[in-house]
Each structure stands twice: as structure tokens, then as C-alpha cells.
């Protein structure tokens, strides 16, 4: 059983900078796992952000930056607003199947 | 502007078929630059991806192990659009369901999104 794993929860002051990770159970994340990043918040589908590691969509804020780190994939934030608050969720690739980690809780304070 | 527009009921009996559809707009489900899947979200499980269909010069599936032996995901070329069915359900299968594409060479950018089915398994 595959585990990808995010801290539980972050805080961070409105214009600061706060990196977020995604941890493999199954060792170091890499390029090859195109580690993904969506935006989630209720009631809303979750917003793409990354993909394939540092890879920004069209709508994608300019203060997100996704990275390898550590053996991790990173989503750093930098410059933070108030509507980044929301929750942060993974998803790794793993040769046919797809694992979403449980996600990072943000609060902006 | 790729759309995916999700169909299906709401509310399905214990150890019934939960079966939904996904309709695409502006692409289309045999491209050969883009993966089809099915995720849904739960408050005790979070984000999970479900499976996907594809077609490079045939069609392929892909499902999670967690729901590999009730799952079944069926592309339609004429209707173009990509169905999930998930067999013998119970009240643990109740969430949010979206289907997603995924783009790249390797299906690897998920990035349309559909709006979501929430689904209720409940007698």
C-alpha cells in the first residue's frame, strides 16, 4: 500500500513564503512520479496548480512554484494572500496508478 | 476551452451499480495525448484516484487496487464521453466524484476538471 504523505497543517502571515511538501512512501519522489499540485476549497472542484514537477498551468499564479526537495516534491508559496488559504493536495505517479496525498491545510494568519 | 460535463444520480442503494458519465467538449476521448480518469473525494479518505481509460492505437484501463475488482470504466466514441460504473456499493463509497483529464505524453498534467457528482450510497 502506497502512502504519499503532506504535513496536516501550515501557517503562514499574509506576504510570506511557505513550502509545502509530498513524501513517497516507496522513497525519493522524483521527475518520474510528475508530482501534480491542486488547490482545494468546499464546494469547489480542486484547481490544478503543477504538474510534472514545476510546470504551471495557464491560470496558475505567478507566487506558486513547484521543486524537488529533499527527496520530495515542494510547492512554495511565496508572497502569500488571503485566498491561498485553503487546503493543498499531491499527487504522485506510480507506473499506471495515481496517489493523492492527504493534503495540507494552510491557514493564511 | 476544454469542458467536462458529469451526469449520473445521486443516490444509490446499498450493493447496487453506481454509474456515472462523463461528456467532453472540445477534445475527444480517443485522442492520443490525453488520459481519462475518475477521482472522487471523501471526508475520510480525501482525494483518490479511482482509474482511467486511454487509447493508443487501442484502449487501456488503469484502476486503483482499492477498487480494481468492482470497477469498470467504458469509453463511448459516439457519445464521446467516458462512463464509470462501480459494482456492489456500499455507504463507504459515498463522495464526491469528478472525472479529470490528464495530458502529456504520459497523462501526466491534470488539468480540466469536471464539477463533481456528489454520490450517496444510503437505503
Known amino acids: 500500500q502506497t502512502v504519499v504523505t503532506q504535513e496536516p497543517s501550515l501557517t503562514v502571515s499574509p506576504g510570506g513564503t511557505v513550502t509545502l511538501t509530498c513524501a513517497s512512501s516507496t522513497g525519493a519522489v522524483t521527475s518520474g512520479y510528475y508530482p501534480n499540485w491542486f488547490q482545494l476549497k468546499p464546494g469547489q472542484a480542486p484547481r490544478p496548480l503543477i504538474y510534472s514537477t514545476n510546470n504551471k498551468h495557464s491560470w496558475t499564479p505567478a507566487r506558486f512554484s513547484g521543486s524537488l526537495l529533499g527527496g520530495k516534491a515542494a510547492l512554495t508559496l511565496s508572497g502569500v494572500q488571503p485566498e491561498d488559504e485553503a487546503e493543498y493536495c499531491c499527487l504522485l505517479y506510480y507506473g499506471g496508478s495515481w496517489v493523492f496525498g492527504g493534503g495540507t491545510k494552510l491557514t493564511v494568519l | 476551452q476544454v469542458l467536462l460535463q458529469q451526469s449520473g444520480p445521486g443516490l444509490v442503494k446499498p450493493s447496487q451499480t453506481l454509474s456515472l458519465s462523463c461528456a467532453i467538449s472540445?477534445?475527444?476521448?480517443?485522442?492520443?495525448?490525453?488520459?481519462w480518469n475518475w477521482i472522487r473525494q471523501s471526508p475520510w479518505r480525501g482525494l483518490e484516484w479511482l482509474g482511467r481509460t486511454y487509447y493508443r492505437s487501442k484502449w487501456y484501463n488503469d484502476y486503483a487496487v482499492s477498487v480494481r475488482s468492482r470497477m469498470t470504466i467504458i469509453p463511448d466514441t459516439s457519445k464521446n464521453q467516458f462512463s464509470l460504473q462501480l459494482t456492489s456499493v456500499t455507504p463507504e463509497d459515498t463522495a464526491v466524484y469528478y472525472c479529470a483529464r490528464g495530458r502529456g505524453d504520459d497523462y501526466e498534467a491534470f488539468d480540466i476538471w469536471g464539477r463533481g457528482t456528489v454520490v450517496t450510497v444510503s437505503s
Open positions: 472540445r477534445d475527444s476521448v480517443s485522442t492520443n495525448s490525453a488520459a
